[in-house]
């Protein structure tokens, strides 16, 4: 088993900035995905940004320029550093994991964006 332990989350007006991170626990032998996922009211969850064990990312195009993933592998965490935020970044914030062919999930931390 694997937990996942988001922290970080917040309300933060528009334009300003917030850091997630997420920290892995339990039976790690090779975390080789970790992500940020989100999930807005009424929309279904989308990936935001990922990142391999060998520090390859991947974002979704509404947050290219503004948000960097970045992950420690020695402490097993995950970081999403979100800049110029917006009122459609508000969401639920969800870190996975990738280990040994499973899929893990934290359960969430809340981003609010006010206008």
């Known amino acids: 088993q694997v937990q996942l332990v988001e922290s970080g989350g917040g309300l933060v007006q528009a334009g300003g900035s917030l850091r997630l991170s997420c920290a892995a626990s339990g039976s790690i032998f090779s975390l080789n995905v970790m992500a940020w996922y989100r999930q807005a009211p009424g929309k279904q969850r989308e990936l935001v940004a990922s990142?391999?064990?060998?520090?390859?990312?991947n974002y979704a195009d509404s947050v290219k320029g503004r948000f960097t993933i970045s992950r420690d592998n020695a402490k097993n965490t995950v970081y999403l550093q979100m800049r110029s935020l917006k009122p459609e970044d508000t969401a639920v914030y969800y870190c996975?994991?990738?280990?040994?062919?499973?899929?893990?999930w934290g359960k969430g931390s809340l981003v609010t964006v006010s206008s």
């Open positions: 990142i391999t064990s060998g520090g390859s990312t």
């Open positions: 996975y994991a990738f280990v040994i062919g499973l899929n893990y």
